[in-house]
């Protein structure tokens, strides 16, 4: 709210270019064009939520999304369906949520943790109590993605839960700042 009041984030004006532009950035233009037919045709993107046994927000509820509600789901469907989103619950342990990031590093062809690395995780959060595994490596997998050339970052899906993403610091300062409407950030 207080980024919104001074400036610090804004809607982006054209929410189908957006939508094409970033995940192009993220993952290729492939995945761009695939987001703009999903953007296009509303029945193409039900489909593409049915095929991986999900469901928009707004279908349970009955009603019609809003354009930045549609954009955002669009948007994290496409990336969680192409390996470049995960979840982290907030329940898992050190291993689940050092895993998904992993494999994250490998989508991304970045060089996946080395068995110190690792070890250090194990050990960061080896006492960790139920839920408390996350907060206690946070830091410490940003620094390591960051060792990568990469930015480790949570998109804004309403839940509880985290859903980690990497992308270039080039992606991350261009997209960061921006949203799809007033409830849905990108980055």
Known sequence: MLARIFGLTRSVPDLRAAIVEVLSDIAGETLGRKAAECFDDPERFEQLCAESHT?????????????????????????????????????????????????????????????????????????????????????????????????LAYLDRDADAYFPILVSPEVHAKWSKLRFDADHRIL
């Open 55 to 151: 469901e928009p927000p707004w279908m349970s509820d009955d009603r019609d999304p809003t354009p930045g509600e549609r954009a955002a789901g669009i948007f994290f469907q496409l990336l969680q369906d192409e390996g470049r989103s995960d979840v982290i619950d907030w329940a898992y342990g050190g291993t689940e949520v050092v895993h998904v990031i992993q494999e994250l590093l490998r989508k991304a062809g970045a060089e996946c943790f080395g068995k110190e690395e690792l070890e250090q995780f194990t050990a960061l959060a080896g006492n960790a109590g139920r839920g408390k595994a996350f907060a206690k490596l946070d830091g410490p997998l940003k620094t390591a993605v960051q060792k990568r050339g990469l930015v």
